[in-house]
């Protein structure tokens, strides 16, 4: 019975620290640089956006146009 109450005990303790965990600012600001070459993208205005949206309106990271290679 003990071991049974001391393993809810570690799960809700889990449950906590996960949810606190989402309540921290973002590691990097949008206005940071992303790479060596960010800084040249953006004075040349062909910095690719962070975020897109997708068909249904939600909000997704703009990974492919940012991993892409330029011309």
């Not at 996960?18 to 590691?27: A, E, M, R, S």
């Not at 800084?39 to 956006?49: C, G, L, P, T």
């Amino acid at each position: 019975m003990n071991t049974r109450r001391s393993g809810w005990l570690v799960l809700i303790v889990a449950a906590a620290v996960v949810t606190l965990g989402g309540c921290v600012k973002p590691l990097f600001s949008p206005d940071e640089p992303r790479s060596q070459f960010d800084r040249f993208d953006a004075v040349r205005e062909q910095r690719a956006a962070q975020y897109t949206f997708d068909e249904f309106g939600t909000r997704r990271p703009n990974l492919r146009a940012r991993l892409l290679a330029r011309d």
